[in-house]
């Protein structure tokens, strides 16, 4: 079977497969929220924990490396790389979970213990874009901001 396509095919399908793709701008984030579940107690708590740093609640340490996020004119997606460790009754820490939290669908990466649930909720304390920290970004060259061009935004109040 022979397959002939005209020029004006070809040349949309190149262009389709070579142009770009659009992408929303990943907002770096120093700060993730988590909410956690005590189901002896029912106590539910929601606590922050700066990247880096760890959190306890009840038998779990929380370590989150990053968290990202997206700019409000975006679909919603927030994600952070988690470290949980349990500790045990002899004292010793044992590593439970190591991977990817998605605050939209909490259900598919969050932590499941007998005792305690802990899932991530948002992320907080923006720090800066990728295009930034890669370097792209308005002031990465050290200059003052991109200003808007119709000036800055003002609050309307209604009466």
């Known amino acids: 079977m022979n397959l002939r ?26 700060v993730a929220v988590f909410a956690a579940l005590d189901k002896v107690t029912a106590r539910t708590s929601k606590f ?24 409000p004119t975006e679909p919603p997606k927030t994600t952070s790389f988690v470290e949980v460790d349990e500790i045990e009754l002899d004292g010793h820490e044992k590593r439970i979970f190591t991977g990817w939290m998605f605050a939209e669908s909490p259900g598919l990466n969050a932590v499941e213990h ?10 907080e304390k923006p720090t800066g874009s990728m295009a930034q920290e890669d370097g792209a970004g308005p002031d990465a060259a ?15 109040v209604r009466r």
């Open 5 to 30: 396509l005209s020029p004006v095919v070809v040349t949309l399908l190149a262009a389709a497969l070579l142009s770009p793709r659009a992408s929303a701008e990943r907002i770096s984030n120093g």
């Open 142 to 156: 050290g200059g003052a901001p991109t200003e808007l061009p119709f000036g800055p935004a003002r609050r309307r």
């Open 114 to 123: 007998p005792v305690f649930d802990v899932w991530l909720t948002g992320c």
């Open 48 to 71: 922050e924990v700066p990247l880096n740093e760890t959190v306890q609640f009840g038998a779990l340490k929380v370590t989150p490396r990053v968290c990202y996020s997206r700019p």
